[in-house]
């Protein structure tokens, strides 16, 4: 069964995003992996705190993109292959870097400064 220890909601985003979010960052670190099962939503709506529709949001995106699968009465369970992995890799890493970049951009930072920067912290 997944975990959801390590999640905390945070003010900024939809909570079904951030649950999206950690199910997917939990993917690409290893710690949830091809047929973990998932907390049923009632479950994880009380552990969360959350209105059980936000969760069905949440587990309904993730099953469009092919994430988990869900089957009447039976519990949602994660479904990964290399190529969906790959594909989970990139798109993360792709907001992360987009994300980073633009906020080195406000802050006036010139190319040659960022590359410093990641270089330095790099190491």
């Known amino acids: 069964m997944i975990s ?6 945070e003010d900024g985003s939809p909570i079904y995003l951030q649950i999206i979010l950690y199910i997917k ?8 992996v091809d047929g973990d099962e998932l907390p049923s939503r009632r479950v994880l709506s ?11 949001k949440a587990y309904r995106l993730l099953e469009d993109e092919g994430l988990i ?12 292959d290399s190529r969906t992995l ?3 890799r990139a798109e993360l890493l792709e907001s992360d870097i987009k994300n980073i970049i633009s906020a080195m ?4 930072l010139e190319k040659e400064e960022v590359i410093s ?5 790099w190491e």
């Open 4 to 9: 959801f220890d390590g999640f905390t909601i």
């Open 86 to 88: 790959q594909r989970l």
């Open 105 to 108: 951009k406000q802050t006036g």
């Open 25 to 32: 960052r939990c993917i690409i670190a290893g710690t949830i």
């Open 46 to 56: 009380a552990l969360l705190g959350v209105n059980p529709n936000t969760i069905q």
């Open 69 to 80: 699968q869900s089957h009447s009465g039976a519990k949602s369970c994660v479904v990964l």
């Open 117 to 121: 920067l990641i270089k330095k912290y």
